[in-house]
Nanobody, 125 residues
């Protein structure tokens, strides 16, 4: 499994931007599908963005399309989530995750065996 550590969360005003980073260790991430999930209090964890192991395919939740961008640098073992035009409903704990084997595309949360500890994003005026 990968060890994943997120950073970059914080408090931002509506309309602002944040860039989350996920640093991986123990293994290279080259053959892992990587993703960002988020969970708000009282709500289910949901997939926000997915990127294939080669970076050739990206999928986004409808609510963040056009605002969020996922990217990866396999050599640096980094996965990023650029978040623009943030809204209060984006407030959640954001988790980085990696999947070695996939049951479908996009993969469900149960396919991901590697998870970070999460980083808090709060969007409020």
């Amino acid at each position: 499994q990968l060890q994943l550590v997120e950073s970059g969360g914080g408090l931002v005003q509506p309309g602002g931007s944040l860039r989350l980073s996920c640093a991986a260790s123990r293994e290279a991430i080259d053959y892992y599908t990587m993703a960002w999930f988020r969970q708000a209090p009282g709500k289910e964890r949901e997939g926000v963005a997915y990127i294939s192991s080669r970076g050739s395919s990206e999928i986004y939740e409808d609510a963040v399309k056009g605002r969020f961008t996922i990217s990866r640098d396999n050599d640096k073992r980094l996965v990023s989530l650029q978040m623009n035009s943030l809204k209060p409903e984006d407030t959640a704990v954001y988790y980085c995750a990696g999947a070695w084997t996939l049951s479908r595309w996009p993969p469900p949360a149960s396919d991901f065996g590697s998870w970070g500890q999460g980083t808090q994003v709060a969007v409020s005026s």
